[in-house]
Structure formats: C-alpha cells, structure tokens
C-alpha cells in the first residue's frame, strides 16, 4: 500500500488548498530565488514544513535536503549569496546557520544525509507527523500525517534510529502530542534489539 502523497501545485487548489499555500509560501521564501535546475535537486522537509501546513506560520528552523554533497554545495553558495547564510555549526550531519530575510534572521540547517528525492527522504522519518515536504512544484506527506496532526497522535512511521526518536518523542510530548500504548512498546522493542555498546547506533542526529 502506498502510504506516500504527492500533491502537485497545478492540481492542489482543487482538494487541498492549504498544500498550495505551503507550495507559494516556500517559493516566496526561497524556491523563487533558485535556478530552476537546483530547485530539481533540493527541498525542504520536516518540522517546519508542518508547521506552516498546520498553522500558517513556520516556528523552528528550516531544514534543506539535496540529492548530493554537490548539490550541498551549490545551495550553501545561493544561500550565501541571496540570503547572507551564515554558518555557525558544521557537524557531521549537518550545517547549522541562519539567513536574514527582509531583517528577519530565521535559523536554516543543511542536512548532510542524501535522498533521491523527497518521497525518498520523508520515508526515511519516524513520526508520521513529520513525513511533510515540499519544493518548488510539490507538496508531499504520509497519507496519515494529517490526521495524526489533527489529533496530536504520535504514530510511528519507521524507527531508523530508534534511541533518538525516544528523545524526540519527549520533545513532542512537551509540545501537547501523545503516544499511545502501541506506539511506547514498538519503540521499547527497537531499542531493545540494539546493541548497547555500538555507540554509532546510540548517536543522535536530527531532521527536524
């Protein structure tokens, strides 16, 4: 079964509008400002992505996904140059920095993992209230993100690096989320099957 979606600018207005106003806000914010053959290759994903979905305002920072290390590169020295992207962080999974927009600074992570595409990366998170994305054209989710947002449920999505999504479920859950019974014991069992003394599996990184 395909859980993945996308929703493409020119056919969204039709079924889902507020997809469409995420498209426009994004392209307003930074895909406009892109060569159409980088705006092939990078896209936004994760929390702030949800945010402006579910309340037309984006209240974290906004993480940039591309295809390769190149790819990387290239948005780096766009950001720089339209967007005075400063870095204030490098670590091994991504860039930490901010850009300033009409004297606003808004925080900006790089991540340094590579996707094929968006569908790609958002099977790739845990929650499925995360699994939202979007470029320059499309407007991609799980097809449960929205309703699991609706009702603040925790649901999980897959568990790549379970210790970590532990520490991010304490995050959302200060944020008004809950995780129900199901949920609490497939993380329990994922972080049992791991072994304790790989310390790469115990690392934590961030998507959003």
């Known amino acids: ?16 509008p507020q997809a469409v ?4 806000f994004f392209r307003k ?20 992505v949800r945010d402006y979905f579910d ?5 974290k920072d906004v993480d940039f996904f591309c295809v390769d290390r190149k790819t990387m590169a290239e948005l780096v020295r766009v ?13 091994k999974n991504c860039i930490k920095g901010y850009v300033t927009i009409k004297g606003e600074k808004i925080d900006v992570d790089v991540v340094k993992k590579e996707f094929t595409n968006p569908i790609n ?9 995360c699994c939202f994305a979007v470029n320059s054209d499309n407007f991609y989710y799980h097809i449960s993100s929205i ?23 304490n995050k ?26 790989n310390e790469d599996l115990f690392a934590f990184y961030r998507f959003d």
């Open 147 to 169: 309703f699991d947002l609706i009702r603040k449920r925790l649901v999980i999505h897959k568990l790549p690096m379970p210790v970590d999504t532990l520490k991010r479920l």
């Open 79 to 91: 950001l720089r140059s339209k967007y005075e992207y400063k870095a204030y962080l490098i670590t």
């Open 121 to 129: 990366c958002i099977d790739a998170f845990d929650f499925t209230v």
């Open 172 to 197: 959302y859950v200060k944020k008004g989320f809950t995780a129900c019974n199901g949920t609490l014991l497939t993380l329990a069992k994922e972080i049992a099957k791991q072994d304790p003394n």
């Open 29 to 48: 914010m930074f895909f406009n400002s892109f060569s159409d053959d980088l705006n092939t290759r990078v896209w936004i994903a994760g929390g702030s």
């Open 55 to 59: 309340k037309g305002k984006v209240s």
């Open 1 to 16: 079964m395909q859980v993945l979606e996308t929703i493409t600018r020119d056919f969204g207005e039709m079924n889902m």
């Open 21 to 24: 106003n995420c498209i426009d």
